[in-house]
Nanobody
Framework: QLQASGGGSVQPGGSLRLSCVAS????????VGWFRQAPGKEREWVAC????????YYADSVKGRFTISRSNAENTVYLQMNSLKPEDTAIYHC???????????????WGKGTQVTVSS
């Protein structure tokens, strides 16, 4: 099971750090990703981190502002979000898969999301 947290309301230009804790399994050996879905829109891929954590990939819309990372000791994936914009408003979900190639095309394990709202 994956559970995201850390969402909230922030003004444009602000920062948030999302966390995604895995329970019942270890994230070691899994590629992980963050996705988001805004009201009335399709789910959008945000970032991927490879199994080895050596490779990370970002959607153009967040490149340079967001950073994905993980702590194997804490069994947690993070998404540091800086310079937030109103268009970043969405529910953010984390996901995991045993294959690097699964992100962002289709991942097996999904968690409940956390709401991020960016407005003045």
């Amino acid at each position: 099971q994956l559970q995201a947290s850390g969402g909230g309301s922030v003004q444009p230009g602000g920062s948030l750090r999302l966390s995604c804790v895995a329970s019942g399994f270890t994230l070691l050996g899994y590629a992980v990703g963050w996705f988001r879905q805004a009201p009335g829109k399709e789910r959008e891929w945000v970032a991927c981190l490879s199994i080895s954590s050596r490779k990370s990939y970002y959607a153009d819309s967040v490149k340079g502002r967001f950073t994905i990372s993980r702590s194997n000791a804490e069994n947690t994936v993070y998404l540091q979000m800086n310079s937030l914009k109103p268009e970043d408003t969405a529910i953010y979900h984390c996901a995991a898969d045993t294959l690097d190639t699964a992100c962002p095309y289709g991942m097996d394990y999904w968690g409940k999301g956390t709401q991020v709202t960016v407005s003045s």
